[in-house]
């Protein structure tokens, strides 16, 4: 009989959200009349952008027409859109990126798992813990690591955030091949100083490493003084790869649309010790194995950068950003110690007790679904992420009601 990939068996079945599932509804059996209020969910809860609603219309309508219709575009995505990401997120900002070094894609969930299969298999890879599960994982189906023991994988070096380095991990001693960052951080809302991502820059030029930047969560950051993209920090074109998304800014999660940056100086070697374009080897990849993300879809990600658009994003997240400052100013008044909720719409709470039982508390007592640290990883025990993804009547009666119960 066909055999499988057994890498595939290593994976530790992720019992976190079925666990949550299992919970919330027993809790509904035995509550009939009280309603939960869910602050546990990483999705968007608004509407898409009236500007990206119009573009995502007319593009639909110019499919319909044989002048305007539109058959396979280009892999990489329309120079419409590649040149409004290159001038606006990264040109406006003083980082040297060219349009041609942006590849479109459906998602940042798949760039940030898929861009591992070029390079090699016998790489030494640093992630985070706690950590966005998609790193891990991906690397764990093409055999780069041994068993999970304890939670832990054998053969990653695991970058712990911890309250002692504020959640910002520093440089490992050991030489790794591969990093991944997350800033501002799901799930513990964390952000990098351009000082703290200077010291990864330096660390991984010395390495010869490459670090794959996820900035998914930027367009929550208020603070001037923060970095949004880590080619903003010298010497990172020489060695990082950034991901982004509409998801999270323009509410895309249903949408689907997203980018990958890799500057075309970006080098990796062979065995034989010759180096080669990570651009071109990504552009192989994408184009062999992608066949671009639909028009309709460009052109509503593309309203994201006009004049209307820009400002409806704004709104949009300044609309999450004072919910998690409601959230953050409520669990401190409480007397928890929280990171995140600033430049960030999760915060990161620390609960002095196990992640479950303060995670059953929440919904026994408050009736308030929140997601327990310990499901992202070993330092994540001891934690809860609440997200700010909700209206804004909800996360009052939620904060409400957990005052309540924990005063
Ligand atoms: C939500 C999220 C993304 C975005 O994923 P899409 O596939 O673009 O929706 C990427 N990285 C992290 C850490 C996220 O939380």
Redesign the pocket.
Known sequence: MIRINENYLKLKASYLFSDIAKRVSAYQEANPEKPIIRLGI?DVTEPLPQACQKAFHAAIDDQGTREAFHGYGPEQGYAFLREAIAKNDFQARGANVDASEVFVSD????D?GNIQEIFGDDIKIAVPDPV?PVYVDTNVMAGRTGKNVDGRYQGFVYLDSTPENGYVPSVPEEKVDLIYL?FPN?PTGATATKEQLKAWVDYAKECGAIILF?A?YVAFIRDESLPQSIYEIEGARDVAIE?R?F??NAGF?GTRC?YTVIPKNLKAQDAAGNEHSVHALWNRRHCTKFNGVSYPVQKAAEAVYSEEGAAEVKALTDFYLENAKIVKAAMQDLGFDCIGGEDSPYIWINAKRPSWEFFDLLLNEAGVVCTPGAGFGTCGEGHIRISAFNSREKIVEAMARIKKALA
């Open positions: 990483g998602g940042a969930k798949c940030s966005y997350c799901n996820d998914a991901f998304s998801s999270k999660t997203a």
